[in-house]
């Protein structure tokens, strides 16, 4: 899936919304290729269902060093969410990184 959603910087966060007409722009790749559009359609309804509890709430991450890596720190409306963090690293496409099943 590949989305465009407009975020602010604020505090050393990375902050935004998740908005039911962001899921509906998105385009979608399966194997390296375009979804058909039957397939853009179910992954957008799934991908809409799952999301839609987080619809006009501010998702903010907050970046913190980890060694090599860093610690994506979630929260929603400002509460902590520890269940959402998680260990990331910044890769590039052309590095010849991607996600696959």
Same mark, same amino acid.
């Given at each position: ?29 399966? $194997?390296?290729?375009?979804?058909? #559009?039957?397939? +853009?359609?179910?992954? @957008? ?5 799952? &999301?839609? *509890? =987080? ?18 720190? $979630?929260?929603?409306?400002?509460? #902590?969410?520890? +269940?959402?963090?998680? @260990? ?5 496409? &052309?590095? *010849? =990184?991607?996600?696959?099943?």
């Amino acid at each position: 899936m590949r989305t465009v959603t407009p975020v602010t910087v604020r505090s050393n966060q990375v902050c935004g919304f998740v908005r039911p007409e962001d899921i509906e722009a998105a385009s979608f790749e399966i $194997a390296g290729k375009p979804a058909t #559009p039957a397939q +853009a359609a179910m992954l @957008r309804q799934r991908i809409a269902e799952a &999301q839609k *509890g =987080f619809f006009g709430h501010e998702i903010c991450t907050d970046y913190i060093a980890d060694g090599d890596a860093m610690i994506a720190k $979630a929260s929603v409306d400002g509460v #902590p969410q520890p +269940a959402m963090d998680q @260990r990331v690293i910044w890769v590039s496409p &052309q590095d *010849g =990184f991607g996600v696959r099943p």
